[in-house]
C-alpha cells in the first residue's frame, strides 16, 4: 500500500495500515487531486479528494479483487474480481459480468469508457469482454502472449485499448496507437498493470 508520487501530488497511503489482504489496484481521480486503492478482498481506501462510496470488504467474495477503474467524474468504481464479477459503487452503472461464465483465463483488469457507461474486463490470455457502451476493437484470441496479459488501458476516445504483458509487451487494438514497451528490457521484476495518460 506504499505510495509514490511522481510528477503527481502523495496525498496518503495505506503503507503504516494492517491490511487483510494486499493491494491489488489504484484509480486516480479527475482532476489528479486523490486517489483510491484497492485490496484483494475489495477494502478501499480513500485519499486526497477521493471519496468512499463503499467496498466489498465485509462481503464473501468468490474470488478476489484484481483491479478497479473510476467513472469518469470521479463519482465512482467499478471492482472486478478474478472470476469477472462486476461490482459497481457510486454512480457507476452495473453493465454486466462474466460472473457464473466458465473463462479459459481468470481476468486480470478493468477499463471504464469515457462515457462511464460501460467497461472493459480483460482475461490474462488477452480475452476481452464488452459490457455496455464499451466498444469490442479485438482480442489476442488465438494469438496467445509468451506472458501473460496483467492489464487493459482505453484510449480517451474509446476507439481502442491497449494490453500489457508481465513482460512489459504492449498489445494495441483499435484506435490505440503503439508507444513502444520494455519487451527486451531487462526488468527486475515483471509489470503488474497499466495506465493510459
Not at 464488452?130 to 496467445?144: I, K, N
Amino acid at each position: 500500500g506504499a505510495v509514490s508520487g511522481f510528477d503527481a501530488p502523495f496525498v496518503g497511503s495505506t503503507a503504516t495500515i494492517a491490511l487483510n489482504q494486499p493491494i491489488v489496484g489504484m484509480a486516480a481521480t479527475p482532476d489528479g487531486g486523490g486517489y483510491w486503492l484497492v485490496a484483494g478482498d475489495g477494502g478501499i481506501f480513500a485519499f486526497g479528494d477521493a471519496r468512499f462510496f463503499g467496498s466489498t470488504g465485509a462481503m464473501r467474495l468468490n474470488q478476489p479483487i484484481v483491479g478497479m477503474a473510476a467513472t469518469p467524474d470521479g463519482g465512482g468504481y467499478w471492482l472486478v474480481a478474478s472470476d469477472g464479477g462486476v461490482f459497481s459503487f457510486g454512480d457507476a452503472v452495473f453493465r454486466g459480468s462474466m460472473a457464473g461464465t466458465h473463462l479459459n483465463a481468470p481476468v486480470v483488469g478493468v477499463a471504464a469508457s469515457p462515457s462511464g457507461g460501460g467497461y472493459w474486463l480483460v482475461a490474462s490470455d488477452g480475452g476481452v469482454f464488452s459490457f455496455g457502451d464499451a466498444t469490442f476493437r479485438g482480442s489476442l484470441g488465438a494469438t496467445r502472449p509468451g506472458t501473460p496479459v496483467v492489464g487493459i488501458a482505453a484510449v480517451p476516445s474509446g476507439g481502442g485499448y491497449w494490453m500489457a504483458t508481465s513482460a512489459g509487451d504492449i498489445v494495441s487494438f483499435g484506435s490505440a496507437a503503439y508507444h513502444g514497451g520494455m519487451d527486451g528490457l531487462h526488468l527486475n521484476g515483471p509489470v503488474v498493470a497499466m495506465t493510459a495518460d
